[in-house]
Structure formats: structure tokens, C-alpha cells
């Protein structure tokens, strides 16, 4: 009996076994595959956009504080956090989100990248002269930025507020 039992495990193992390697072959895992192509500017800067976007998750809770100062990560208010988060990557930013709306290329909504600056008015949309928040885009219809009592925080920028009160988005990276 024990030996019937054991030879039923070993040819269940062999036939699982043989359809993974088989699988394997067919899907050209098991095969050199050639070099990659180099990468085109626009998705290198997908990269680094999904980067700074990675190292900005590391301060998911980190406390909002309005004035924040630009030389600490124990509190940040939305500004002071993209001016942290970018500079990781060779992007030295103005201090206010106002400021901040002014750099890099803009860029429609519709074509939004990882790492993207998008940028919201508590006022007039109209104008967009009234810019006083900062997110930075992660895909996906998400953005990453702080405010208010959960500090650092993923938001999703098509409801509520931020569908709202969206003005521009601009391209730093």
C-alpha cells in the first residue's frame, strides 16, 4: 500500500514537473534572449518620474505642517514635499506651489506621466492664478502629495477635490 502511494506522488510530481519545464520552453524562458534596445528619452524620464514617485512613498504619514521648513522630513507641507522629493533627482524647485507652476513644460491632463506636477487652486479656475497645491502624479489616476490630518497620502485625482479643483500639470523631469 505504502509503496502504491508513494509511486502515485512521484509520478504526480514527475507530470507537474514536466508540464512546468514544457511551459517553460514554449514561453522562451529557457532561451538567451536578445540584447535590449536602448531607452528612448521619454521612457527614461517615465523611470525617473516612477522614482521620485517610489522615494516620495517612503513618507507616506509624515505630518503636514502648513510653512514647513524646506531642511526637515519630520513635517512637510505640499511644496516643501515635492521640493525634497525631486531634488533626489536633480530637480531644484521653487519653495511655493505657485512658484513651482511655472517650471518644466506643461502638459494636458490626458497625457500625464509618472513624476508629472499637478497642480490645484482653492480658487477661480478660470485664472489658475490662484495655484495653492501640489501633487505629483504616480499613473494610474492617482497622485502622491500632503495636506491636512493624513499628511503624506495617495489621493485619486479624477473625484471629489482634486477632480475639482485640478488647474495644470507641468513636466520637470
Not at 509511486?7 to 504526480?12: D, G, M, P, R, Y
Not at 507537474?16 to 520552453?25: W, Y
Not at 512637510?76 to 513651482?100: E, W
Not at 507652476?101 to 485664472?127: E, I
Amino acid at each position: 500500500m505504502k509503496l502504491h502511494i508513494i509511486s502515485q506522488k512521484v509520478l504526480t510530481v514527475g507530470i507537474v514537473s514536466a508540464i512546468g519545464f514544457g511551459t517553460l520552453l514554449a514561453s522562451g524562458g529557457g532561451t538567451a534572449q536578445a540584447a535590449a534596445a536602448p531607452q528612448s528619452a521619454e521612457s527614461v524620464a517615465v523611470s525617473k518620474g516612477t522614482q521620485v514617485v517610489n522615494f516620495g512613498k517612503k513618507y507616506m504619514g509624515t505630518p503636514y505642517k502648513f510653512g514647513a521648513s524646506t531642511s526637515t522630513t519630520r513635517v512637510f507641507d505640499c511644496s516643501s514635499f515635492m521640493k525634497h522629493i525631486f531634488k533626489q533627482y536633480g530637480v531644484n524647485l521653487p519653495r511655493t506651489s505657485a512658484a513651482q507652476s511655472k517650471v518644466g513644460k506643461a502638459v494636458s491632463k490626458s497625457n500625464l506621466r509618472p513624476g508629472d506636477m499637478v497642480f490645484f487652486s482653492s480658487g477661480s479656475r478660470s485664472t489658475g492664478s490662484n495655484i495653492t497645491h501640489v501633487a505629483v502624479y504616480m499613473g494610474n489616476g492617482k497622485i502622491l502629495h500632503t495636506y491636512g490630518k493624513p499628511g503624506v497620502t495617495i489621493s485619486d485625482l479624477n473625484s471629489g477635490t482634486w477632480k475639482r479643483t485640478y488647474i495644470k500639470a507641468r513636466r520637470v523631469l
